[in-house]
């Protein structure tokens, strides 16, 4: 059984648009070609992939090889592109992906500093979840990656570079904002709360609970902070993260939940230019992150 690329890319193409027209006009092919390529691979697997000649609705079968055929596009393309930037990058290539916040404080001048002591070496840089940054590194998208919490995976180094306390956001206005004292749990869960993805890092049962039957969840910050603006909604996020994001809004600590978000430090061990990975490795426990912005003494 041969199944090409390209039989999974006109496939999965196809089974986006739900029509031979306007793949066949994604794909840059005639619809005969595109119909073709289709009967090809539907021959490989002697199987129908979709339930009628209109191409609108996929079989079982076909579900799971386009969910399958999506990962494997994914991961080919991003291949190519590797190889494509290595062959454009002769003097070395570092790939870092980081969490937002911190990417932000540090990576303007950790770049800065790569690109000076090694002339010609391009960096490629991405800000995404934990998530995606440890798949990013799992599957050697990524030689350098920022994360939260602490993960333990083969072939990847780990170091702490450091904690922050999680506490209450919410707008200026809010009451709990206004009150004399720091809230407790319970007095931020008397109140609407937006849940985020680094509120599972919380282990207080409380906040567990609470947080489990929060009704709306956003998972996107930027959008987390906007919805905390309108003062209908509060959040729990660590220090960090709010200080990067916005400077219009409150953070205060919870009285009842000492808490800290870990951030940590990953490379992988069989990184595509080891020595790059290496000098920014150093660089980043270096790294003063109590505020200043400047290399010194990592905190404990």
């Not at 990576?107 to 391009?122: D, H, K, Q, W, Y």
């Not at 003062?231 to 200080?243: A, E, F, H, K």
């Amino acid at each position: 059984m041969v199944i090409k690329v390209e039989m999974l890319r006109c496939f999965a193409t196809v089974a986006q648009t739900g029509n031979l027209s306007e793949a066949a006009e994604r794909l840059g092919r005639t619809q005969s070609a595109v119909s073709m390529t289709l009967k090809q691979l539907e021959g490989t697997l002697g199987q129908r992939l979709f339930e009628s000649d209109r191409k609108n609705r996929l079989t079982v079968l076909g579900e799971q090889v386009f969910e399958l055929a999506q990962t494997q596009l994914r991961q080919f393309d991003y291949t190519l592109k590797a190889i494509e930037a290595c062959a454009n990058s002769p003097a070395g290539l570092l790939r870092i992906a980081s969490v937002p916040s911190v990417a932000a404080k540090v990576f303007p001048a950790a770049i800065r500093v790569m690109t000076e002591r090694n002339p010609g070496l391009s960096v490629e840089l991405r800000d995404t979840d934990t998530q995606l940054i440890l798949d990013a590194l799992v599957r050697g998208q990524a030689d350098i990656g920022i994360v939260s919490g602490a993960h333990k995976l083969n072939g990847i180094r780990q170091a702490p570079l450091f904690s922050d306390r999680f506490g209450l956001l919410c707008a200026p206005g809010h009451p709990l904002a206004m009150q004399d004292h720091d809230p407790t749990i319970e007095e931020v869960f008397n109140f609407p709360v937006g849940r985020n993805n680094l509120m599972d890092l919380i282990r207080n049962p409380a906040v567990a609970s609470a947080a489990a039957a929060c009704r709306v969840a956003v998972h996107n910050t930027t959008s987390l902070i906007a919805v905390a603006r309108t003062g209908n909604w509060v959040t729990i996020l660590p220090r960090s993260v709010v200080t990067y994001m916005s400077t219009d809004l409150v953070f205060r600590p919870i009285a009842d939940l000492p808490e800290r978000r870990l951030v940590s430090l990953l490379m992988r061990e069989k990184a595509a230019f080891p020595q790059f990975a290496e000098q920014l490795w150093a660089y980043l426990v270096a790294f003063d992150w109590s505020g200043s912005g400047q290399p010194g003494r990592p905190l404990a």
